[in-house]
T-cell receptor, first 112, second 109 residues
């Protein structure tokens, strides 16, 4: 099984600023995903992080707001840009490989 | 319309009773994941089903995937307070994995 390290684990940010979340997997995974979990809700897929190319975004999420990078098979970043209080949420990185789906511990963002 | 429907949204069950949670996809799945989450905590992996007709069990929890690979059920036998939480199904469509809206399970003593 893979271990996913995600940081920061939590942060409090000011409106209008941007924050980058990092995700490191200890082994190669086929796919990496970024999810958002708002309080009391399920996981919503933001995008699939593609190695060396642009991420594939789900409906309602755009690259300008959530730029994603994946320079190699074990590392990805998600930036939440120009944050507003509505972006307050838990952001989860996950990796998929050999039929298993692994999750990071999540990054809890609070936007004031 | 939703690709993945999970039902019921909420379930209140007397301790000791059985219960079933369902997850239905509008298209064929490559695989189906079941997770549990306690409030404010991380996701706990329960089971992953990949073959049509597959059934897996762990302790008192059994999950099944239908032959057409579009519907899964999670069944808990003789529920206990430790089963309380939010249950999530995740559908693997090969290019992405999306989750249902979750089922909140409450166990009454």
């Amino acid at each position: 099984s893979a271990v996913i390290s995600q940081k920061p684990s939590r942060d409090i940010c000011q409106r209008g600023t941007s924050l980058t979340i990092q995700c490191q997997v200890d082994s190669q995974v086929t796919m990496m995903f970024w999810y958002r979990q708002q309080p009391g809700q399920s996981l919503t897929l933001i995008a699939t992080a593609n190695q060396g190319s642009e991420a594939t975004y789900e409906s309602g999420f755009v690259i300008d707001k959530f730029p994603i990078s994946r320079p190699n098979l074990t590392f990805s970043t998600l930036t939440v840009s120009n944050m507003s209080p509505e972006d307050s949420s838990i952001y989860l990185c996950s990796g998929y490989g050999t039929g298993e789906l692994f999750f990071g511990e999540g990054s809890r963002l609070t936007v004031l | 319309s939703q690709e993945l429907e999970q039902s019921p949204q909420s379930l209140i069950v007397q301790e000791g009773k059985n219960l079933t949670i369902n997850c239905t996809s509008s298209k064929t799945l490559y695989g189906l994941y079941w997770y549990k989450q306690k409030y404010g905590e991380g996701l706990i992996f329960l089971m992953m089903l990949q073959k049509g007709g597959e059934e897996k069990s762990h302790e008192k929890i059994t999950a099944k995937l239908d032959e057409k690979k579009q519907q899964s059920s999670l069944h808990i036998t003789a529920s206990q307070p430790s089963h309380a939480g939010i249950y999530l199904c995740g559908a693997d469509y090969t290019d992405k994995i999306i989750f249902g809206k979750g089922t909140r399970l409450h166990i009454l003593p």
